[in-house]
């Protein structure tokens, strides 16, 4: 058998039971499937994640997917330490004898410091277990590493001189350690393996073996970590992102090179164990890097066509929409993470809404059949059905039972009455004819079925979402990465809000600007400050840019002139393109590629900034972060205005809504940031010619539409 179907990753811990609030050291499950991560499995004690782990790989196995579950602590000690315990040097003689000595009870409290320091009484002098919680308990473990020699054992095995592991399996005390989780950890894996049929590598032959049991070590990808880190800091809980990109790394890796992999460990492993990966970090890092997951865009993304002079908005458009595609990875989460979020998959129902037959009303309930002709008098049964309470038996024909909003219709109801519309007597109801068969009732599923697609792929999640995801049984989604968007003023006439402006200088008016837009569109924010109209600063400031973020807004200096470096860099670089768009206001884009980073260079003007970053760099971006295209929702209204304007380009003005009429700022002068804030959105001019009189339907675009 070659290749795994499933990758686990454990990060065990030797501790008391952790908070009920995922948190860090306690146990993390990380899965992943054809390098596809799932939502980490968090576990408050070792008998939890051992109970789980033993059902979960049972399960995979009777669904004929071969596992390979990797633990995060030594499977083996230094050579010749097994034979002074055991007699033999067969390590799982060791994991027995630890398995018949370490208790662990519910709460986590365990005896590991009582058998480290019964095994130290088998060595002569101090040694080797030493570290402890306190100075006085355990006399036969010292507190401290000096004194104790390691002559006949050595402090460490031979992989973990490979893969760099800076703790020893002696130390049992004080970060980073593993000692304890060995001693913890061995008993169940133990278990799992008399209770699954595992083969554990490399000690035993694993190749025809469903489930394969495997030492690994998350220090191995520290710099992909790292990089989570940085990127999405909200919610980072170190050993759940550990275990996550691990498993991820993996399960991405080709079959024939995990195979190569696992047929390298050396001799001397036999007893100590191997680690896994260890001597590949650049390997496994590369792997567990999410930015690397979605192609790259193409080199030739902005070309335009040879000979085109002026592009039509629409045309600009379409080659944005046919050329561009998601830049950033997946990742899984948790629905209460999930608001803004863009899924990466569809998401579909696990559970029918609502879940079973209801009442809409509170009312009284029956089965329409049971009803004769005419005015119905019922008597009514004891108790109700209420919500979350059922009434759990049968109402028989011909009889009512009380029933409030929301309840499960009881068997034998198919049908609800008003109370409004019924007299209530003593142990029965009245009321007129004229009732339709399940009135005042919800079918089951009558809103959503169980596998209904509920929310499609690059859908954006809003309160409403989570709601709908929540009700139809969803927790946890596969989400794209956050799209991260650097932001870079150019022009040496800039200086910052709140410095001493000298003559010839101007505030930047676009960072704050962009900045807000981007935040608004839900991504984040890199500030990568003001640059001045100098070739070397701008490609230091665009090399942070790239390295930082996954597009790059830059505003002014994106024309041909002397000053506009923007396009003359990108010109250098190769992939970029003057795009000339009959768009007013807005002089040309220059759009292009910086070390594979899309960059939008933006007109300096902060009235055409906001324009074509509303135009066109929101919907680009929208695809390169995940999301569908999407033209803004514009409403016709009448214009409140006059108008003559001549036929060539696409025409955007800042304009608002009063009494149902458009209203337009009251000049068009390109440099009045006033007008900017005074819009509450823009009115859209067709390409060609149009006279626009007092009452003339217009297209409005409302700032909100642009999201
Ligand atoms: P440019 O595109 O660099 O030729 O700039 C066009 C106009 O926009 C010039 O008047 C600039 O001074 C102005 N401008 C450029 N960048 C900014 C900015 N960040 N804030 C305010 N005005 C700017
Ligand atoms: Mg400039």
Redesign the pocket.
């Known amino acids: 058998m070659i290749g795994f179907d499933t990758i686990l990753i454990a990060d065990w811990s030797a501790g008391k039971r952790a908070p009920q609030k995922p948190s860090k050291d306690a146990i993390w499950l990380g899965i992943a499937r054809q390098g596809v991560p799932e939502e980490p499995v968090y576990c408050r004690t070792r008998a939890d994640a051992e109970s789980w782990l033993a059902t979960f790989l049972k399960s995979e196995a009777a669904a004929g997917r071969r596992v390979l579950a990797g633990f995060d602590f030594p499977f083996g000690y230094p050579k010749g330490f097994a034979a002074r315990i055991t007699g033999s040097d067969d390590p799982f003689d060791l994991w027995d004898w630890l398995e018949a000595r370490i208790t662990d009870a519910p709460d986590g409290a365990n005896n590991r410091y009582d058998i480290a320091a019964e095994i130290n009484g088998l060595f002569d002098g101090p040694g080797p277990f030493w570290g402890k919680p306190n100075q006085t308990d355990w006399p036969e473990i010292p507190y401290r590493k000096s004194g104790i020699v390691y002559e006949k054992v050595a402090e460490r095995r031979t992989c973990d001189h490979a893969a760099a592991a800076s703790s020893s399996c002696f130390q049992l005390a004080f970060p980073p350690t593993v000692g304890g989780q060995i001693l913890m950890g061995l008993p169940t894996l133990s278990r799992l393996r008399r209770g699954t049929g595992a083969a554990v590598w490399p000690f035993e032959n694993t190749s025809s073996s469903a489930i394969v049991l495997a030492e690994i070590w998350p220090g191995l990808i520290e710099p992909a970590v790292k990089d989570r880190l940085r990127r999405a800091p909200d919610g980072f809980i170190r050993d759940r992102e550990q275990v996550l990109l691990l498993a991820t790394a993996i399960s991405r890796m080709p079959a024939d090179e995990l195979a190569r992999l696992m047929a390298e460990p050396p001799e001397d492993a036999q007893e100590e164990a191997w680690i896994l990966g260890a001597g590949h970090k650049d390997r496994l890092v590369e792997l567990a890097t999410f930015r690397l997951q979605p192609p790259p865009l193409r080199d030739d993304c902005f070309a335009l066509p040879a000979g085109v002079d002026w592009t039509p908005v629409d045309a600009a458009l379409g080659m944005l929409r046919d050329r561009l595609s998601p830049v950033v990875g997946t990742e899984g989460i948790a629905l209460r993470d999930g608001l803004g979020r863009v899924l990466a998959a569809p998401l579909a129902a696990k559970r029918a809404n609502p879940p079973e037959a209801n009442t809409a009303v509170d009312g009284y309930g029956f089965a329409y059949e049971s009803l004769g002709e005419g005015d119905q008098v019922l008597p009514l049964v004891e108790g109700r059905s209420a919500a979350g309470v059922p009434f759990a038996g049968t109402v028989p024909k011909g009889h009512a039972i009380r029933v409030l909003t929301g309840a499960a219709l009881p068997e034998g109801v198919d049908t609800v009455i008003l109370e409004e519309d019924v007299t209530l007597g003593t142990g029965e109801i009245a009321f007129r004819a004229g009732l339709k068969p399940g009135a005042n009732t919800r079918r089951a599923g009558e809103d959503v079925e169980v596998g209904d697609t509920i929310l499609p792929a690059g859908r954006r999640l809003t309160p409403a979402d989570l709601a709908l995801a929540a009700a139809t049984g969803q927790s946890e989604m596969t989400a794209r990465e956050r799209l991260r968007v650097a932001v870079i003023?150019?022009?040496d006439?800039?200086v910052e809000a709140g410095q001493d402006a000298a003559p010839g200088q101007?505030?930047?008016?676009?960072?704050p600007m962009l900045l807000g837009l981007v935040r608004q569109f839900g991504y984040d924010a890199v500030d990568l400050g003001r640059v001045p109209d100098d070739r070397e600063n701008l490609r230091a400031a665009l090399d942070e840019a790239a390295r930082e973020a996954d597009v790059i807004l830059t505003?002014?200096?994106?024309?041909a002139?002397d000053?506009?470096h923007v396009s003359a860099l990108l010109t250098d670089a190769g992939a970029m393109a003057q795009w000339r768009i009959a768009l007013k206001p807005g002089?040309p884009l220059a759009l292009g590629l910086w070390q594979d980073t899309p960059v939008f260079g933006l007109?300096?003007?902060?009235v055409a900034a906001l324009v074509c970053t509303l135009i066109f760099a929101r919907p680009a971006m929208r695809v390169l972060s995940g999301q569908d295209w999407q033209d803004p929702q514009g409403y016709l209204l009448p214009a409140a205005f006059e108008k003559k304007k001549k036929p060539g380009r696409r025409e955007y003005l800042r304009a608002r809504v009063r009494d149902g009429q458009v209203e337009v700022f009251k000049s068009e002068g390109s440099?009045r940031i006033s007008g900017l804030s005074w819009a509450e959105g823009l009115v859209e001019l067709p390409d060609g010619a149009v006279t626009i009189k007092a009452g003339t339907p217009v297209r409005y675009i409302p700032f909100a539409s642009f999201t």
Do not use: F, K, M, V
């Open positions: 003023s150019t022009g006439e800039l101007i505030y930047d008016a676009n960072r505003s002014g200096g994106a024309s002139g000053e506009d002089r007109p300096g003007n902060p440099g």
